[in-house]
């Protein structure tokens, strides 16, 4: 990475973004999370990190994703699974 560029348009960087957008929006949904499939929608609703004018549907982490769209109790069904 060159020293001058922006840290948030690496690979480490978005996905830094991505856990640090969607912590907030687990908490409003512990439980059973905000649905499936509902990451994109919550995501562009939410202003959450983008790439240019792009706005991502995947945190890129299955963890954060299962917590985000099923909650704890899909990441400890999953888990058990």
């Known amino acids: 990475l060159h020293p001058h560029a922006d840290i948030r ?43 240019g004018d792009t706005h991502l549907g995947h945190p890129h982490n299955e963890y954060i994703l299962i917590l985000f769209q099923l909650g704890s109790v899909g990441l400890l069904v999953f888990l058990l699974w």
């Open 9 to 51: 348009l690496s690979s480490i960087g978005l996905r830094l973004g991505f856990v640090q957008y969607s912590w907030p929006e687990i908490k409003k949904h512990p439980l059973f999370g905000s649905g499936t499939g509902s990451f994109y929608d919550v995501y562009w609703a939410g202003g959450g990190p983008t790439i």
